[in-house]
């Protein structure tokens, strides 16, 4: 968000209301069983941006610490189950869950707020493929995008 109190407020209240217009519409679609979407998965990113490499600093460039962090938000109407990363390197797949650090600290009274995962990066793994899955309460499982970094 911007700081801006007046313009990050409008954004809130404009979601706010549209979704209470369709409320009652997704009650009735939860309370039939009839949810068969998997959870949203916010765009993963990871901090550093280059675990183990270079990183920008105030007119240079500095180490970036070995330990990297991916950070997403998910949201599904039924809850969540799991939230797991999934890593793809030349050893291998494996599978970390990703920890819950509860709703983003929303400070204009989002009505939905999704909550906030981080996982670390194993160090010097190399080349590593990764993707969040997600499983809602009803067994609905989303996949986020396949992304990549290197992990020095």
């Known amino acids: 968000w911007t ?3 007046i313009w990050d407020q409008q954004v809130t209240n404009a979601a706010n209301m549209g979704y209470g217009m369709v ?7 939860l309370s039939a069983g009839k ?3 998997g959870p949203t998965i916010f765009a993963p990113w990871v901090t550093p941006e280059n675990p183990g490499g270079k990183r920008w600093g105030q007119g240079c460039l500095l180490d970036a ?3 990297g962090t991916v950070h997403t938000f998910v949201h599904d109407i039924a809850g969540l189950k799991r939230v797991t990363l999934v890593l793809r390197a030349a050893t291998g797949e494996t599978r970390l869950a990703m920890t819950d650090n509860g709703p983003y600290p929303s400070q204009t009274g989002a009505v939905i707020v999704a909550n906030y995962y981080t996982a670390k990066l194993p160090v010097g793994a190399g080349d590593v493929r990764y ?3 997600a499983e809602d309460g ?3 499982v989303s996949r986020g995008a396949l992304e990549r970094v290197y992990l020095a």
């Open 131 to 133: 993707y969040i899955e």
């Open 138 to 140: 009803k067994g609905n």
């Open 35 to 37: 949810d068969r979407t």
């Open 65 to 67: 610490p070995r330990e």
């Open 3 to 5: 700081g801006q109190h």
């Open 23 to 29: 409320k009652s519409e997704v009650d009735a679609l």
